[in-house]
């Protein structure tokens, strides 16, 4: 099945998945609204991440935090200096895009972390010209992608919106450890809101200026990096990567936890790994040939970054895709914020008496890349049914099941429908419907991605059974209204 990001996109919009922000007034290019099956879609992937990550440790806690921040906190975290984008514009015209992702487009490679004289060089070299009107580029320049804001009459001082979610958990972190009993591994997650002014958003919500985060940051002390408690469950377990030495041919290779400590990864950062292609194959359901660890250069990562491996998904149109990263991200958060604001971030490790800055591991997920993703994967043109069917698994559908009465013009029939339906909505997202055929009915549930449809029948006045159907199979099955809520608490999982 092959379907372009426009196709996803004219697929979300109709179905109310995800559309344009704001469209009666026009819109803005790079935001977004969830509908009303995108916003269960989206809140069922949050809450799988939250029990799983979250899970991963008793010291692991979500909280949550202002978008804005004080320039204090971008001065520190290095945002104001380098969060920057390079941008290529036309000398005649008002194209403009981000360098990398033109000269990538221009010429099949990937080209991040460059200087703008770099990429001016390139342009030269290979001659390239406006993809609008054909005249000369400009030479390269760099924007800051952060959006400032002026708070209340000015004298407020200044504040940015937040362009990562993680300044939010290095700037509780010393509080929030002194809460918490002064333990370390500590994690903070935050599931929320980042902004970031992107020169070309683009690709629906691939690349936006405001999209959700999930990014669970864990603070703790170097000295133990090469060593995790449960590292041995994980030794054996192949990760499917594409490591820099074997990126000619793109091919990826199985590689176990062990092999990858033998490369200089410390198994503190191989454990985490592990735990998130866990987490995309056993948890989201992500064919394995879809996944994989992209392991970045020293010039494509982050200069913060020791250790960085992006995950990626592959989608129809745009190939592997990064939903996600594994940033080992050393003092750098913690050092800065202890420069700028004069607070001690330093802690007391009471078994030996050493006092140090913790370092932060980084789990960095986009939410919105990855609900994408998980359309794009999961959309089917189904030739035989004559429709669209949504494979999601049943933890992420928005609605597991639905309820249909037979016909809606038999008050005995539609009585039991709505009983079944009252019986079932407490325990599972459910919905009723009683319009149309029920061919359309099934048509309708198999686009929202519903796994079970339940219709009530002629005969349930009878025998007091009903039929499920199968999305998957469109296989029917009677089984009794007194075994049913058993019966799909079966199913679920
Ligand atoms: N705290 C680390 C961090 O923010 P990042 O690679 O810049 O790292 C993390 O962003 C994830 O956020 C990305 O892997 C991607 O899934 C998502 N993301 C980044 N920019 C985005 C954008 N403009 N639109 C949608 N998602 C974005």
Known sequence: MTHTANDVASFCKKKGFIYASSEIHGGLAGFYDYGHLGTK?????????RKYFLGLNDNFFEIETANVMPEGVFKASGHLENFIDPLIKC???????????????KLGKRFEGLKPEEYTALVEEHNLKCPACNHELLPATIINMMFPLSLGTGSGGKGYLRPETAQSPYVNFKLQYELLRKKLPLGLAIVGRAYRNE??????????????QAELQIFFNPDK??????????????????????????AVREKSASE???LGLPQFYVYHLVKIQQFYLDVLKIPAEKFRLYQLSDQEKAF?????????????????????????????DLGGHQRVSKENMEVLEEETGKKFVPHVLELSFGVDRNVYALLDLGLEDNKERGNIVLHLSNQLTPFYGAVFPLVKNKPEITAKAE?????????????????????RRYARADEMGVRYCITVDFDSLVDEAVTIRDRETTKQERVKISHLKAKLFELFF
Request: hydrophobic content about 30%; some cysteine; glycine content about 6%.
């Open 199 to 212: 020169i070309s958003p683009r690709n629906f919500t691939l690349r936006q200026r405001e999209f959700t």
């Open 304 to 332: 913060y970054n020791l250790f960085h491996f992006d995950l990626e998904i592959e989608l129809d149109e745009h190939g592997f895709t990064e939903m996600g990263g594994l940033h080992y991200r050393t003092d750098h």
């Open 41 to 49: 879609l989206k809140h069922n992937f949050e809450n799988l991440w």
């Open 419 to 439: 009983s079944v339906y009252r019986l079932l909505k407490e325990g599972y997202s459910i919905y009723y419907d009683e319009s149309g055929s029920v061919g």
């Open 91 to 105: 000398s005649n015209c008002e194209f403009g895009e981000r360098a990398d992702h033109f000269l990538t487009k």
């Open 225 to 250: 990096i090469k060593f995790h408690p449960d590292f041995e469950t994980v030794k054996n377990y192949k990760l499917r990567t594409l490591l820099v030495q074997d990126r000619e041919g793109e």
């Open 260 to 262: 990858l400590l033998q």
